[in-house]
């Protein structure tokens, strides 16, 4: 059993996205098992939702986004509201704009993410895996891009993640086929971090996530931003924010303690200034 926490302290879009935090791990939890945690235009916005309060709580260091039951991490966009919300270009400009508001959060938090998928990551939640800093996978999970197979563009965004992870010639495999393909390819090819046996998935999850909220923020800062500006495009580069949080870091009171902690022989207890 994927051991997320029960009891969730607030829930989003009809209790469909949960969202907890303790000990420094904020955890969305996509909660609609019945229909493979597929993701409805309200999910997205619940999610948005929990993004934007856990981003804000000063407590919350890491982000698990993980699905609820057994079957999937989330199987897609729901598509038994295509009908009425994606039907044509026009709609389909409408709801891509709500959808696309909440995974621009997501693009650019401020802190590290970690997805937990168990099961079925499917289309959207793909999307959603793709944009998160890293991929943890249970050995029984299935992963694919179906948008051939419905009709759909899978969009700029979402196709500029797949092809940084896997390279242009798998994006094409998967998306001209369709096909679904299993965690020890999705290793392979770099579209997870790392596989483990289904009954470990989230005490492997929350033992990097503890890893990370131990570590000091402001470097774990230096680093996101520093990745996410070698993967633009040269020109776009803010090479001005890497040289800040640089500075933060060097002058931060984080780093003192880094250095004294170690030289102490003590672990160090960091406060993200
Ligand atoms: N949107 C809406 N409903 C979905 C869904 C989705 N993306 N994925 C699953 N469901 C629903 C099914 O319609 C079914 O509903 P029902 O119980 O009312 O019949 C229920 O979830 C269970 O799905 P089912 O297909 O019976 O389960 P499964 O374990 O055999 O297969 C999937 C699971 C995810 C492989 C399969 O449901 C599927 O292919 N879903 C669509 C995936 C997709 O195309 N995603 C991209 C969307 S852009």
């Known amino acids: 059993m994927l051991d997320t926490p029960k009891a969730a ?30 993701m409805s235009l309200e999910m997205w916005e619940g999610l948005g939702s929990a993004l934007t309060e856990l981003r804000d709580d000063p407590d919350v260091r890491v982000v698990i986004l993980a699905g609820a039951g057994d079957k999937a991490f989330v199987s897609g966009a729901d598509i038994s509201q295509f009908e009425k919300t994606r039907h044509n270009a026009q709609a389909s400009e409408q709801y891509s704009k709500r959808s696309e508001a909440q995974r621009a959060l997501l693009a650019n938090y401020p802190k590290p993410t970690i997805a937990c998928i168990r099961g079925f990551c499917l289309g959207g939640g793909m999307q959603v895996a793709m944009l998160t800093d890293i991929r943890l ?56 971090d790392r596989v483990v046996p289904d009954t470990e998935l989230w005490n492997a999850t929350s033992e990097i996530a503890r890893a990370i909220s131990g570590n000091a923020p402001l ?13 633009k495009d040269s020109d776009k580069r803010d090479m001005d924010a890497i040289r800040q949080i640089g500075t933060d870091c060097m002058d931060s009171e984080d780093f003192r303690e880094g250095r004294r902690a170690f030289m102490e022989k003590r672990k160090p207890s960091f406060t993200g200034r």
């Not at 390279?167 to 999705?186: Q, V």
């Not at 774990?220 to 520093?226: H, L, S, V």
């Open 219 to 231: 470097a774990i800062k230096a680093a996101k931003i520093t990745i996410a500006q070698v993967l």
């Open 137 to 192: 996978a249970s050995d029984n999970s299935q992963f694919g891009i179906p948008a051939a197979k419905l009709g759909i563009a899978y969009g700029y965004d979402g196709l500029k993640h797949l092809v940084s992870l896997v390279g242009p010639s798998w994006a094409r495999l998967l998306m001209y086929t369709g096909m679904r393909i299993d965690s020890a390819e999705a290793l392979r090819i770099g579209l997870v």
């Open 9 to 38: 302290e607030k829930s989003h879009a009809d209790g469909k996205i949960l969202q907890s935090a303790s000990d420094g791990i904020g955890v969305i939890t996509f909660n609609n098992p019945d229909k493979r945690n597929a």
